[in-house]
């Protein structure tokens, strides 16, 4: 049977964080990240892009900034933000691709769709703002945006006496249309969809769709969009090609095989970063608690090696059971 597989995108996919972020150098990232999926299409699977938009989206909201500074231009609410890291992304992930298939002769259509995601309007995010959007700041120019503009910033973990700004990361109830994403998968159609956690969006009293000012993980929208379209397996790829226990110590342990049980524990004794693994290793528990087969934590260079990344399942005899 053909299986069908979710492969979520960082960020950095496109955009590194010591480039520039020109067009060639992002043309060349996602050429290089899409490389490594070309194994799975030559196995037939069936597969879904998403992807993050981190950098992307804190990029457009400098220039929402700077045009309404500079021309007096009206910013633009976050939502449509979003909406426009989806466009940009999706359509350098799509044309990429497209090339891709033609140099290795593989004949599959692809298609990138705007994605919404309801979310609950009374969601605890929306009062305490942990999402990191955007570049890094100094303590003085992270002062400067604050008194200005009324942004809410945190420590960065890259550095430290850095910051970044922060907005609600509501959590994802559904992905509109993943009944259509589904349908098209079914037909061999490579979708891009659910681009950085998808545009946050909730239904109000008279069923009217509200836009709301947030940013969605893109691993747990990616997840629930896995499980809602019964996908066989979930990639994150991110940059390291293992999940480590006690990261950056002399401690530090390659995880390579976690059932349910042992990944939730790790996440108990604060094995995983807070702001940074555990949100992934989250994801990957729902996906398998949700009937998906396995989930993998990984580097995209990575994924044609047969020993790459970490892999959480649940326990065999629960699998067997569900």
């Known amino acids: 049977m053909t299986k069908l ?15 520039e972020g020109n067009m060639d150098q992002q043309n060349k990232n996602t050429m290089d990240t899409l490389e490594n999926i070309v194994f799975l299409l030559k196995q037939n699977y069936n597969l879904i892009i998403t992807h993050g938009n981190g950098p992307q989206v804190g990029n457009i909201l400098l220039r929402n900034e700077a045009g309404t500074k500079e021309y007096g231009i009206p910013s633009m609410p ?12 999706g359509y350098t992930i799509e044309r990429n691709l497209r090339n891709m298939l033609k140099k290795y002769h593989i004949q599959r259509e692809v298609i990138t769709m705007s994605s ?13 703002w942990t999402k990191r959007v955007g570049p890094t700041y100094n303590q003085e120019q992270k002062d400067d945006l604050e008194s200005k503009n009324g942004w809410q910033f945190k420590s960065s973990s890259k550095k430290e006496g850095s910051y970044r700004r922060v907005v609600p990361s509501p959590t994802p109830i559904s992905v509109m249309n993943s009944d259509w994403i589904k349908e098209l998968c079914d037909r061999g159609v490579i979708v891009i969809a659910s681009g950085g956690g998808g545009i946050p969006v909730y239904y109000d009293q008279i069923n009217n769709l509200v836009p709301v000012e947030g940013v969605i993980d893109k691993d747990m929208a990616s997840s629930v969009l896995a499980a809602s379209v019964h996908a ?9 090609p293992y999940l480590y226990s006690s990261y950056g110590t002399e401690n530090q342990k390659v995880l390579e095989f976690l059932d349910y049980n042992d990944a939730v524990e790790y996440g108990h004794q604060g094995a995983f970063g807070e702001g940074t693994m555990q949100p992934k290793v989250n994801a990957c528990l729902d996906f398998v608690k949700n009937g998906g087969e396995k989930a993998i934590i990984t580097e995209a260079t990575k994924l044609q090696d047969k020993s790459y990344g ?13």
């Open 5 to 19: 597989a979710v492969i979520a995108l960082g960020g950095n996919a496109l955009l590194r964080s010591n480039q």
């Open 116 to 128: 919404m995601v309801e979310v609950d309007p009374d969601d605890p995010a929306f009062t305490n």
């Open 78 to 89: 976050l939502d449509v933000c979003v909406a426009d890291s989806q466009g940009g992304i």
């Open 232 to 240: 066989d397996e979930f990639y994150i790829l991110t940059d390291v």
């Open 310 to 322: 970490t892999k959480i399942t649940l326990h065999y005899e629960e699998a067997n059971q569900a």
